[in-house]
């Protein structure tokens, strides 16, 4: 059989069609939703560092994120689940008053453990999740409302 160069030209395009990622944000087979991780504000420890470092806040004494972050948090681990990445939760709560900073650390723990099922849920081995439940942030303010999941990359 006998192609003349047209058909050859264009075979070849929908080849390319059927074999290039389907999403540029495609990452080990899974399709990220960029909109859906800005608003956990993803930041680069480094331009050449293997770190990122994505935020997620709280309403005041809640234990679970804020508003629509949960699937946010679903495309972190969606990211990291095939790879070999590491992952670190670090959680803060703020010291309400009349409380300690036992109160503060057990709120943070709390935070870190739900965070943590959410990943697992959605596929991370459990292995890989390190839990730091930090009591009150250095800086205070807002800051004690957050966590911070970081994925290292090895």
Do not use: C, W
Not at 28 to 56: C, F, R
Not at 118 to 130: H, K, P, Q, T, Y
């Amino acid at each position: 059989m006998h192609l003349s160069r047209i058909t050859a030209v264009y075979l070849i395009g929908l080849i390319g069609l059927f074999t290039s990622p389907a999403h540029p944000a495609e990452d080990n087979g899974v399709i990220l939703d960029l909109d859906a991780l800005k608003a956990l504000k993803p930041e680069q420890t480094a331009p050449d560092a293997k770190e990122t470092i994505y935020t997620v806040t709280y309403e005041p004494g809640a234990a679970k994120p804020a508003g629509d972050q949960e699937s946010a948090i679903t495309q972190v681990a969606g990211a990291a689940r095939n790879g070999t990445a590491r992952l670190s939760i670090v959680a803060y709560a703020p010291m309400a008053e009349g409380e300690n900073e036992n109160d503060a650390r057990r709120l943070a723990l709390r935070r870190a453990i739900a965070l943590r099922q959410i990943l697992i849920a959605s596929g991370v081995d459990g292995s890989r999740v390190n839990l730091q439940p930090m009591g009150v942030h250095p800086d205070g303010g807002e800051k004690s409302d957050q966590a911070q999941i970081i994925v290292r990359q090895p």
